[in-house]
């Protein structure tokens, strides 16, 4: 076993105070997928199961020294972003990365909570078009997203199909359109990588009620990139992992409502 071989990856992403999404969800996810994490913070937000009551931001200049110092001080395989909550933020995390191109970058645009609560303030999303996209191994979006960004209609899979190829070209990056918000009976997701189209699904799982399973599916694609996977398989293994951990739910009741939240 070479021990100093071990694989390393960091996520740039705010704190969900229950558990479920953002660093907590990212870090047990590296962790079950057998990598090394770490993390810059760049967000506290104050939420449980369908509800956030607030958030505060991370100083710009703070969420720059943590990148910079884990960049300096490990081999870091692969990077990715979740909730980078403001445009300043945004613009720090992307100028830093333009800078020290990271070959592994896992973009996912989280905007709005499963709760419906905002994350993202709006005026940063440009920033992430024009910034941060470009820099991607992958972005991410779900449909929400996906209709946030093109300004059009996601009803079925040839919407998808379309959406991720007029997404791939106007960003000229590689995107995995998430369909799992799609009322069918498989949840579908659909890469374009500018030339190779591919499809990846699975039985979707009714009635659980979680948030999460964005943050969870993007760190286990950079997880499976740090590993030296390429895109496609690295997908192929996070698709299977997230399945497996929404199947594998454990649930509550709180004020009468029962809520479900991933276990790993
Ligand atoms: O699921 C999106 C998300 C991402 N990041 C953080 C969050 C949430 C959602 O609830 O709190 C920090």
Redesign the pocket.
């Known amino acids: 076993l070479n021990r100093s071989s071990f694989p390393v990856a960091l996520t740039i992403?705010?704190?969900?105070?229950?558990g479920?999404?953002?660093?907590?969800?990212d870090l047990k996810t590296f962790a079950a997928r057998g990598v090394y994490g770490l993390c810059a913070v760049?967000?506290?937000?104050a939420?449980t199961p369908g509800k956030?009551s607030g958030?505060e931001a991370t100083r710009p200049e703070m969420v720059r020294k943590q990148i910079d110092l884990l960049l300096k001080g490990f081999p870091v395989g692969a990077i990715k972003t979740?909730?980078l909550c403001n445009k300043q933020i945004t613009a720090t995390v992307a100028g830093f990365l333009r800078k020290n191109k990271p070959a592994n970058l896992v973009v996912?645009p989280?905007m709005?909570?499963?709760?419906g609560?905002p994350?993202l303030e709006p005026d940063a999303i440009t920033v992430y078009e024009r910034e941060l996209f470009p820099l991607g191994r992958v972005i991410t979006p779900n449909l929400d997203e996906a209709v946030r960004l093109l300004g059009s209609a996601i009803n079925d899979i040839a919407d998808m199909r379309a959406a991720a190829r007029e997404l791939a070209r106007k960003y000229g990056t590689a995107v995995l359109l998430k369909g799992g918000h799609l009322p069918a009976a498989r949840a579908t997701d659909v890469l374009n990588d500018g030339s190779e189209l591919r499809e990846f699904s699975s039985a979707f799982i009714p009635n659980v009620q979680t948030?999460?399973?964005?943050?969870t599916y993007s760190a286990a694609i950079a997880a499976e990139l740090a590993c030296g996977l390429p895109l496609g398989r690295a997908i192929a293994r996070a698709k299977r992992y997230v399945t497996a951990a929404i199947r594998d739910h454990f649930s509550w009741t709180t004020n009468g409502r029962t809520v479900h939240a991933l276990k790993h």
């Open positions: 992403a705010g704190s969900d105070s229950s479920g999404a953002g660093i907590q969800a760049t967000c506290i937000v939420e956030v958030s979740g909730l996912d989280v709005i909570a499963t709760s609560d994350l948030h999460g399973t964005g943050c």
